[in-house]
């Protein structure tokens, strides 16, 4: 019988997680948009995991994944495209963030894009002091 050497084995088990850990993209918000976020009382800290992002500045301008989208239409077709692959309604959920100052008239078409391509939307707030 030979003897199999095990005493690298932990040396390449950590290696792997370190070659992990560097490929892969961890999923931030990346618009760093400045806005003033709308209160409410019933804001909670959530635990699940955000497929995309999509934000609207001060100005109307439409953020997806941190990329200036044109209309609620590229939204549409971008939660589309990102949600394709998924499964479980834990994977659908879809980040909403939007200045304060926007009529709706501004965010309601960009919700219901993101409601009709299959996201549940998930609205950033800050709670009521």
Not at 56 to 62: E, F, H, R, S, Y
Not at 76 to 81: M, N, P, Q, S, T
Request: glycine letters at 6%; one cysteine or more.
């Amino acid at each position: 019988m030979v003897p199999v050497p095990i005493a690298s084995m932990g040396d390449i088990a950590f290696l792997l997680i370190i070659f992990f850990l560097v490929c892969s993209e961890v999923a931030k918000d990346k618009t760093n948009l400045q806005v003033t976020l709308p209160n409410s009382e019933f804001v909670k800290k959530t635990k699940t995991a955000v497929a995309a992002r999509v934000a609207i500045d001060a100005d109307g301008v439409i953020y997806f994944d941190g990329a200036r989208v044109e209309n609620s239409k590229d939204v549409e077709w971008g939660v589309r495209a990102v949600l394709a692959s998924t499964s479980t309604d834990d994977q659908r959920h879809v980040q909403f963030k939007c200045d304060a100052a926007l009529p709706k008239e501004t965010f309601e078409p960009v919700m219901k894009a993101i409601a009709e391509a299959g996201g549940i939307i998930e609205a950033v707030g800050e709670k009521n002091q």
